[in-house]
């Protein structure tokens, strides 16, 4: 079974950092481009970030931008998010999902295929 | 504001065809594909239709989806109440340089 499994949420104060993490079973990883996506509660869907599977690509929503950093680390098959300077505004449930065949800037990009099942952050 | 324009909710009897609109604009659905996702409360969202129309593994063929010009729709026909959930579109914004999101429709059958 595919799945990915994300970890490291929780409560924060605005200001502070909190790094999350994502890792990916039933499938290769490190072969794939990944995403990060939010939502706020009651809210809908918003993209945050993606990388590459080398990490040679990384593109980031203007929202996070100079304040999150995507990153992964391919030999432990493994995605992360490192949040810095959270704001109240950060507080939301935050899933990665694997691109299924190349990264979203891509004109083969083929959507989300695998999503995890999410991990909450709430900065307050 | 949403970069993709949604209606907030789309009702019908089960038995019934229902349409969602995706409205956006020449540097995203005009350019780019358009991709449907399906959530229920509480959890992640599935990938339901892919660039513009083609169906993700699994999902029935009563699910369609469709696009044209700067728009976007996905047809949903035989509705059953599973399939009440929240449906959103996506697509890359080469403006904007990122993936934009449709507030949302809230299906109820």
């Known amino acids: 079974e595919l799945q990915l499994v994300e970890s490291g949420g929780g409560l924060v104060k605005p200001g502070g950092s909190l790094r999350l993490s994502c890792a990916g079973s039933?499938?290769?990883?490190?072969?794939?481009?990944m995403t990060w996506v939010r939502q706020a509660p009651g809210k809908g869907l918003e993209w945050v970030a993606s990388i590459s599977s080398s990490a040679s690509s990384i593109y980031y929503a203007d929202s996070v931008r100079g304040r999150f950093t995507i990153f992964r680390d391919n030999a432990k098959e493994s995605l992360f998010l490192q949040m810095s300077s959270l704001r109240v505004e950060d507080t939301a449930v935050y899933f990665c999902?694997?691109?299924?065949?190349?990264?979203?800037?891509?004109?083969?990009?083929?959507?989300?295929?695998?999503w995890g099942q999410g991990t909450t952050v709430t900065v307050s | 504001q949403s970069v993709l324009t949604q209606p907030p909710s789309v009702s019908g009897t089960p038995g019934q065809r229902v349409t969602i609109s995706c409205s956006g604009s020449?540097?995203?659905?005009?350019?780019?594909?358009v991709f449907w996702y399906q959530q229920f409360p509480g959890t992640a969202p599935t990938l339901l239709i892919y660039r513009n129309f083609q169906r993700s593994s699994g999902v029935p063929d009563r699910f369609s989806g469709s696009k044209s010009g700067t728009s976007a729709s996905l047809a949903i026909s035989g509705l059953r109440p599973q399939d009440a959930a929240e449906y959103y579109c996506?697509?890359?914004?080469?403006?904007?340089?990122?993936?934009?999101f449709g507030g949302g429709t809230k299906l109820t059958v």
């Open positions: 999902a694997r691109d299924q065949y190349a990264i979203v800037a891509s004109p083969n990009y083929y959507g989300m295929d695998v």
């Open positions: 996506s697509a890359w914004d080469d403006r904007l340089s990122r993936l934009v």
């Open positions: 020449s540097s995203n659905i005009g350019n780019n594909y």
């Open positions: 039933g499938f290769t990883l490190s072969s794939h481009s």
